[in-house]
């Protein structure tokens, strides 16, 4: 019979947000085993692991020390586990947890949108299941190299099966902050994810395109609509950027000189920099669109109202496979029915 090795953390989905988590505990000596696909795996194995940030910080795993598998192994028996699948893999994901764990392993779910943590507990009702939010952004900038390009910490629901791991996760460089009430935050960041279709659609680096008024104008119109659909369901958005919710749309309407003094802050992005869904597209991967602009659409149901905006999103990014090419920012202006 295999032997089974002894985990803290698993991390079910090792990509970029499960290898920079990951690989970051690990060079605290925390015993990580990753979950994952060959690609990344054989990376790990001939390269090891390096996640690197913007402030320069760099932590190293080399392969002797790492743990990982296609598959969760039998009969293990993790601390934690962080589950960092896209939102289109957490039932399958779940599912395979649910089989495996023992009944109450504490599952944090690091993934975007609101419903993924509820649809892993769902799955798989015998782990207990609490929603997170990653509020940076990480990308693999070569095998086995993880960089996180943005600031900020870690947020998961509060519950006492996390406190024991708070002093290693900011040892380790991904702090993490509590809250009583995941919705606000997890709302706060879908209002700034909103932006990922419409850089998708621009077929442009991010910077470039938020330097666009006609694609800025779109993300403000999209922003107001889910202010509404919020604002009917009595839910008050966390604010994770340096201006509030409630101001970023008119903010981003401005002219093209006063948004680039005013957004400075928000424009320090690398030339290159896009959002994932741009690569989702680019690779024919399915997006997350439905866990971002469909969470809109339906909220706004849930009150009886629309949300159409959102809603053409979700049209225009599910047509995309059919007509890969970009819009201009008058094309979906146009398309949205803006102007
Ligand atoms: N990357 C960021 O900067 C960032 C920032 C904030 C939040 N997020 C959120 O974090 C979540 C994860 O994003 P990510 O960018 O880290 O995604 P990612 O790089 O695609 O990593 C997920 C990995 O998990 C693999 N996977 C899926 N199902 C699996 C399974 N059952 N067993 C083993 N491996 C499995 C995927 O493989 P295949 O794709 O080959 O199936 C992929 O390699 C998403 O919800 C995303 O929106 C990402």
Redesign the pocket.
Known sequence: MAEVPPVDVLV???????CYVGGSLASEGVRVFF???PR?LEALERHGLRVSDLDGGERYVPPGSLRAA?RIPRGVHPGLVLL????S?TA??AA?LGEVLPPGTPVVS????IS?AATAARVAPGLRVLAGM?P????EIDRGAFHRGTTGRLAVQDHALLRPWLAVFDSAGVPIDRHANMLPVQWGKLLLNLNNPVNALSGLPLRQQLMDRGYRRCLAALMDEALEALAWAHIKPAQLAAVSPRRMPTILRLPDPLFKVIAARMLRIDDKARS?MADDLALG?RT?INELCGEVVRLARSNGARAPLSAKMVALIEAWPARPQPLSAQELLSALGLG
Not at 110 to 113: K, R, T
Not at 136 to 139: D, E, R, S
């Open positions: 079910m989905g090792a990509g970029a947000i499960g979950v994952g696909r990344v296609e960092t699948v896209k939102s893999d399958a994901a395979e690091l993934q975007n949108g993924n990653v940076y952004n990480v990308a994932s991967r997350e």
